[in-house]
């Protein structure tokens, strides 16, 4: 169902539309949660247009959204494994009434048990760029969808989980480590990682002009 919805790649196009308008106006994302509002928004007006901003839950009469924010993800003990920005759920596998111990209860006051996209949001604010100790940020937010996977998404059965990590950056400059991590999820069957930047770089200061002193000595 989630495909059905809203796949991977239409939350591509939405951040590469959100790409295009940050360099336009490249104050456009002064911090993280701009970016989620931001993502949240298109996903949601998707979602509207598709007629699918509500949909029918496993409880009789009880309808649900698909979309939201800040989801807990327990495991079997009921410990915190993640809590993505953004959560796209499949809603006939939501409950606010069953408590089976079987399926996946949050502490918010409802259990789910189907397939789910997670989106975690990163924002580089600084005009140097992307550097190792960002881009070890984003790899553990990488390796924390993973484990969810690995935990509650076996490989090749119902449900299924698939991941994105977002990252909004100022400067089009990132290091070496970054473009790695790229490359080392690029065919991951779980998680993707996606870059968009609004091409601010760092300002060169302007050069002090000689004041035609000639030097002592």
């Known amino acids: 169902m989630m495909n059905h919805i809203c796949s991977t790649q239409d939350i591509e196009n939405f951040v590469r539309e959100i790409e295009r308008d940050y360099q336009r106006t490249q104050g456009l994302i002064l911090s993280e949660h701009d970016a989620q509002c931001l993502l949240y928004s298109k996903i949601s007006a998707h979602l509207t247009s598709a007629n699918h901003s509500r949909h029918q839950t496993a409880d009789q009469g009880v309808w649900a959204s698909p979309l939201h924010t800040e989801i807990n993800f327990l ?21 606010m009434t069953q408590r089976d111990a079987t399926r996946l209860v949050h502490r918010k006051g409802f259990a789910f048990w189907g397939s789910a996209i997670v989106i975690e949001l ?54 070496d480590s970054f473009n ?35 030097p002592r000595g």
């Open 75 to 95: 495991d079997v003990n009921n410990e915190l494994l993640i809590r993505p920005d953004i959560t796209l759920l499949d809603v006939q596998n939501v409950s």
């Open 180 to 214: 790695q991590l790229i490359n080392d999820y690029s065919g991951n069957p779980v998680v993707k990682v996606l870059y968009a930047t609004s091409n601010l770089n760092q300002p060169r200061r302007p050069t002090s002009r000689s004041s035609g002193r000639r």
């Open 122 to 175: 990163k924002f580089c604010k600084y005009l140097n760029g992307i550097t190792q100790r960002f881009t070890d940020s984003v790899r553990r937010d990488c390796e924390k969808i993973e484990e969810l996977g690995r935990r509650l998404y076996p490989r090749n059965e119902d449900p299924t989980l698939n991941g994105l990590v977002v990252v909004f950056s100022r400067s089009n400059q990132n290091c």
